[in-house]
């Protein structure tokens, strides 16, 4: 079905439009999930959220490996956002897989999603818009999300909204966000993602300088999985740990495996069923 979007131009005009719609749509759906970040786009959508008046809670996916300001932030600002965790952080699962890369975001669906499917909530708003990528794009404003760990149906109430609509709405009205946009950073994601990887390694350089901690850390586990798995017989695209990790930073598919990759398994059936 096409979703026919009025014309709205102004911040203001978006916010109220999205009070209204998160109004119409979740009024009688009991306490909603909001996914939350600390994040521009999380803290519009909890503001939307608390404006709206409906029953609802903040849900954080601890990563372990995001930014200490912002989890500082977080708990700070949203004392009442609660904090979900995996059951293998993400160094224990690096220690029994291969290193992320856009190919094998193993670590979104464990350290990310997968706490948060085992929530009960049925509904859920999630801070997504349409600008951040085509494949966003064509979620639709309303979808519904299946698979065998979970069933439920997302709501995006900012989908329009542009970056500049967010900073603009911050401002107005006065939310504080993490210190970390100040210091340059746009995201405020894992520190070590396989989306930094970049040609001049740039991004990577940047978060090194401010955590080096964490990528001591991550070289050393890629070093000991490295030499582990060669050890066991598997034979490496690269020669040595180092080769292979000056080639991550700088390449979102970076080889791990001499052997080409085998396609992504997939975790159940999912689904995005436009329903307006
Ligand atoms: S490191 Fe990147 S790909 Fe992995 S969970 Fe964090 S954001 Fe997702």
């Not at 404003?141 to 149906?153: C, I, K, Q, S, Y």
Request: aromatic residues 14%.
């Amino acid at each position: 079905m096409v979703i026919l979007f009025p014309e709205i131009d102004s911040t203001e005009a978006l916010a109220r439009e999205a009070v209204e719609w998160v109004r119409d749509n979740l009024s009688d759906k009991g306490e909603i999930f909001v996914g939350f970040s600390g994040g521009k786009d999380s803290i519009v959508t909890a503001e939307i959220m608390r404006r709206s008046g409906i029953p609802f809670r903040l849900f954080y996916s601890a990563t372990g490996i995001d930014p200490p300001p912002v989890v500082r932030f977080i708990r700070r600002e949203y004392p009442d956002c609660v904090f979900l965790r995996p059951t293998r952080s993400f160094w224990k699962n690096l220690a029994v897989n291969v290193p992320p890369s856009d190919r094998l975001r193993w670590c979104c669906t464990a350290i990310k999603k997968a706490p948060a499917w085992k929530m009960p909530h049925a509904h859920r708003v999630m801070g997504i818009r349409a600008e951040e990528s085509p494949r966003r794009k064509a979620y639709g404003r309303v979808n519904h999300f299946v698979n065998a760990e979970t069933d439920h149906w997302q709501y995006y109430p900012i989908f329009r909204w542009k970056e500049w609509n967010l900073w603009e709405f911050i401002s107005e009205a006065n939310l504080s966000y993490p210190s970390v946009y100040d210091d340059g950073f746009d995201r405020v994601g894992c520190v070590i993602c396989p989306y930094h990887s970049e040609p001049s390694g740039r991004l990577h350089a940047m978060y090194r300088d401010r955590w080096p901690g964490f990528f001591r850390l991550w070289e050393k586990e890629i070093s000991k999985l490295w030499r582990k798995r060669q050890s066991a017989g598997k034979k490496m695209y690269h020669k040595t740990p180092g080769e292979f990790l000056a080639a991550w930073y700088r390449n979102q598919s970076a080889r791990w495996y001499a052997e080409a990759p085998t396609p992504k398994k997939k975790i159940g059936q999912t689904t995005f069923d436009e329903i307006q």
